[in-house]
């Protein structure tokens, strides 16, 4: 079993940047590839970003490439998201899930096995 535990969420101004981290309670992080995702009000959770077990892989989506990065560190278990130049449009609570060692189809949540409990982000404009 995985547990994973999101924290650095909040109210930012638009334009802003906030840190999100994602803490993993397993022996075995190494084995673990890790995503991103978030859901606003009224909407369907969507994916965010998404890293592999080895941290030698990261994929985005579209509506935040360029401004958001993914990084993971081994020593602390932890999965981060850099979130910068931030939008009132990236409003949602952020999830972070994770799986064992497969990348395939890393923007589909369905394929995580493990997830948090999610942190809010607001962006006021």
């Known amino acids: 079993q995985v547990q994973l535990a999101e924290s650095g969420g909040g109210l930012v101004q638009a334009g802003g940047s906030l840190r999100l981290s994602c803490a993993a309670s397993?022996?075995?992080?190494?084995?673990?590839?890790a995503g991103w995702f978030r859901q606003a009000p009224g909407k369907e959770r969507e994916f965010v970003a998404a890293?592999?077990?080895?941290?030698?892989?990261?994929k985005y989506a579209e509506s935040v490439k360029g401004r958001f990065t993914i990084s993971r560190n081994s020593a602390q278990n932890t999965v981060y998201l850099q979130m910068n130049s931030l939008k009132p449009e990236d409003t949602a609570v952020y999830y972070c899930?994770?799986?064992?060692?497969?990348?395939?189809?890393?923007?589909?949540?369905?394929?995580?096995?493990?997830w948090g409990q999610g942190t809010q982000v607001t962006v006021s404009s």
């Open positions: 397993t022996n075995t992080f190494n084995s673990i590839a």
């Open positions: 899930a994770a799986r064992y060692y497969s990348f395939d189809s890393y923007s589909s949540e369905i394929v995580y096995s493990f």
């Open positions: 890293i592999s077990y080895s941290g030698g892989t990261t």
